[in-house]
């Protein structure tokens, strides 16, 4: 059978927080999932709750070792099995890889190096380094028939590599997590507010925003506020830097902005490609 003509590449937010967090990315009859971490049911009942019941998963990227991007892994891994005479893979870095909590592995890890470029179907895929306290984290960029989608989840700080990875795309899935007075004043023990804030932690709203605006390139038409923290934050908060961002840029007519959840996906939203 021919692949499916390319006509949207299409991205669902399925889950988005410190519970984990999973997003498919589609085009022409194939699909990949950016991190694993929800279970496999969840993964269909969600893809089953916004119209894609039949969403291809062919291959798993995934950004870093931490629980809640890696606990679906294993058994998703096994529930996909053999796709096209072969076990779906797997794709993260060697320190990932090396780091992954005991019995979360996959059946088929695909260590990939920082200057890798991977095909998967009609996408081409390639990592970028972000700064986060594991062994070898990074955000993925996903281009398909020149349109692009980044994943950019689980950073501490803004980076010249992800400040020129955002902005070359079309869809920025990009961590809003913490209002940074909401976390202060918050029930979270000193430690844990110093991770959380740190180098090495997670962007706060204003960093985001911050981001969002100097990278803010000339294509950008959707951004996914991701990785928001229950305790720490409020979509509103998030999605008020994140348009105050835009309205500085001169932006706010023409790109959409939503907040990502734990609790359900974003309908599918569909980036119009040039073949068709
Ligand atoms: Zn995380
Ligand atoms: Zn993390």
Not at 59 to 67: G, I, Q
Not at 146 to 168: C, F, I, K, M
Request: with cysteine; proline share 8%.
């Amino acid at each position: 059978m021919p692949p499916a003509a390319l006509q949207d590449l299409t991205v669902a937010v399925l889950a988005s927080g410190s519970n984990g967090n999973c997003t498919w990315i589609g085009a022409g009859g194939r699909g990949i999932l950016v991190d694993a971490g929800i279970s496999a049911r969840q993964v269909q009942l969600r893809l089953d709750a916004v119209g894609l019941p039949a969403a291809p998963i062919d291959a798993v990227f995934v950004t870093h070792e931490h629980r809640d991007h890696v606990q679906g892994a294993r058994v998703l891994s096994s529930r996909l099995g053999s796709h096209r005479g072969r076990t779906v893979p797997f794709y993260m870095t060697a320190g990932t890889a090396r780091h992954l909590p005991p019995g979360m592995a996959p059946d088929a890890v695909e260590e990939v190096g920082i200057e890798d470029i991977l095909r998967v179907g009609p996408f081409e895929v390639r990592p970028v380094s972000i700064p986060h306290d594991t062994a070898d984290p990074v955000a993925w960029r996903v281009a398909c028939d020149g349109v692009s989608v980044g994943v950019v989840t689980d950073l501490g700080r803004a980076t010249p590599p992800v400040v020129d990875l955002l902005r070359g795309l079309d869809l920025a899935v990009l961590e809003f997590n913490h209002d940074l007075e909401m976390l202060l004043e918050g029930p979270y023990p000193w430690h844990l507010k110093q991770r959380i804030r740190g180098n090495q932690g997670h962007l706060s709203n204003e960093q985001a925003a911050d981001l969002l605006y100097s990278s803010l390139g000339p294509r950008l038409k959707q951004v996914v506020l991701a990785h928001l923290s229950e305790e720490n934050n409020r979509p509103s908060r998030a999605l008020a830097a994140a348009r105050n961002a835009l309205v500085r840029a001169g932006a706010e007519d023409r790109v959409q902005v939503r907040a990502g959840s734990r609790y359900e996906p974003t309908p599918p939203i569909r980036l119009p490609l040039r073949e068709g």
